[in-house]
Structures are given as structure tokens and as C-alpha cells.
């Protein structure tokens, strides 16, 4: 999996990235289909406010 560096040069992969930008646009529900694609995404949202 791939990591992006951040503005304090820890890594952020591309489902945090997602869910971070969620939580700035005050998303408190997410609908998707189940897959394994996806799943590398469930983790973050687990962790965040969503």
C-alpha cells in the first residue's frame, strides 16, 4: 500500500486521506458496497468520527 507524506513527514495512505476529507466536510454516514477493494478503507473509519 502506498503512503503519502504528510506537512509533518509521517505517512497518510489514501483511505485516511479520504476519511480525513470526509470528516472536514462533516459526513456522519457512509454507504458503500462490500468487496475486498474496500477494505483496506474500513480500518480508518473505524477510528474516526464517521
Not at 497518510?12 to 458496497?33: R, Y
Not at 483496506?40 to 473505524?46: C, N
Amino acid at each position: 500500500m502506498a503512503h503519502t507524506p504528510t506537512a509533518n513527514g509521517t505517512a497518510m495512505t489514501g483511505a485516511t486521506s479520504l476519511v480525513k476529507s470526509l470528516e472536514a466536510a462533516n459526513v456522519d454516514v457512509m454507504f458503500g458496497l462490500p468487496g475486498g477493494a474496500i477494505l483496506p478503507a474500513y480500518d480508518p473509519i473505524f477510528d474516526s468520527t464517521i
